[in-house]
């Protein structure tokens, strides 16, 4: 798994150098990427919501990070599990989790990181059929949660 990871992110060793990111720190974002998004548009528009959640200093709170700081599947968060003392619950850090939480996949999430879709979302949300909601401002994501999250 390791060659593979190597053989895959070497070619991209220059576009990353570009980045004020390390290698380590783009393999993290991209494992983020890889648990949220379901497709390629979606890794594209989620990486972009990340980026624009850091250019305004906002924590990234992505779910995953808070599953994997807890060490087994949750299928349903509640609100005690985003209190983890953990460095990998980006519900309680700024940036990036201090490591992958996953294996970043193929190439798509790496991309994605990349070269992310220009947009001014900074939130989104899942529905339970895996659908993907983007919005821009914390109202609109409060819609979205009691139209798709809080009436399942």
Avoid: C
Avoid at 10 to 37: C, G, K, N, P, R
Avoid at 51 to 76: C, F, K, S, W
Avoid at 89 to 100: A, E, I, K, M, R
Avoid at 122 to 147: C, M, P
């Amino acid at each position: 798994m390791l060659d593979k990871t190597n053989d895959v992110i070497t070619v991209y060793y220059d576009q990353i150098e570009a980045l004020e990111f390390s290698i380590h720190e783009i393999m993290t974002f991209a494992s983020l990427v890889e648990e949220e998004a379901p497709t390629e548009e979606d890794r594209k528009l989620i990486a972009g919501v990340f980026y624009n959640r850091m250019d305004q200093e906002m924590m990234l709170q992505t779910d995953p990070t808070v599953i994997y700081a807890h060490g087994e599947h949750i299928p349903r968060l509640t609100y005690d599990h985003y209190e983890i003392d953990s460095p990998y619950n980006t519900y309680q850090v700024q940036g990036l989790p201090v490591g992958p939480i996953s294996n970043f996949g193929g190439e798509s999430s790496l991309n994605a990181v990349l070269a992310p879709a220009d947009s001014s979302y900074l939130y989104f949300l899942a529905d339970s059929e895996g659908k993907v909601h983007y919005s821009r401002t914390y109202e609109e994501h409060q819609n979205l949660e009691n139209k798709y999250i809080h009436n399942q």
